[in-house]
């Protein structure tokens, strides 16, 4: 298939890189013009150079309620409309409930849960005026199942796959045409995640490409579910946690 997104306007936080850079290349290859917001704004503005006209890059703290209107009046303007948004953005912080600190907890909870409260809250009240949309929200297999280890971390991705379905429930109820879906991904090959294993270790040995029991995936394998559910294709898809785990949940209950 192809073009499956042509015509789409879509909002990616955290776009600069990682998942977020992939989910823009895709979403601009099948067609839709993206706006890429990150705080990282020489690595944002040197995406766009790559992809080229079919995107835009705007400065944006995803947890700056400011920001976010900001932000929203800037596509209104440019494109009058707004068809998919991607709450990406987000923090991995290791620490489990005896060593984290309280200012830490609410750093994480700033950037990976409040951040998608309000990229909710602001993709509605411009999808909600034109044709509807989708809202794809970042959680993790660790909102899911819980980390010892991640405790701060495990409670924000919680809280995001919560207000999913809240936001699910509430679009459908007031016929809005919006639809709302988180995944949860366990282990990516990202700087961010690769960054918190122990010295030595190999991280494409823990991929699924090395061993079909290793947790890690690509960048690419997420922004695949994120063009599915950005795409009419999942139309009838709302409310759901897709999980991106390679069976790794499944095996541990």
Known sequence: MSARVAGKVALITGGA??????SAMLLAREGARVVISDIDVAA?????????????????????????????????QDYGRLDIVFNNAGILLKGGIEDTDYADWQRVQRVNSD???????????????????????????????????????SASKGAVAALTRSVAALCRRRKYRIRCNSLHPDGILTPMTTSTLPAGVDPWSLSIDADPMGRMCLPEDVAASVLFLASDESR??????????????????
């Open 17 to 22: 890189s990682g998942v977020g850079r992939a």
């Open 44 to 76: 944002g503005l040197a995406l766009v150079e790559e992809i080229g006209s079919q995107a835009l890059f705007i400065e944006h703290d995803a947890a700056s309620e400011a920001d976010w209107a900001r932000v929203i009046e800037r596509i209104r």
């Open 236 to 253: 009838a898809i709302n409310g759901i946690e897709l999980r991106i785990d390679s069976g790794q949940f499944v095996m541990s209950i």
């Open 115 to 153: 951040s998608v409260f309000l990229g909710c809250r602001a993709a509605i009240s411009l999808m909600k005026e034109g044709e509807g949309g989708s809202i794809i929200n970042m959680s993790s297999i660790a909102g899911v199942a819980g980390r010892d280890d991640y405790v701060a971390y």
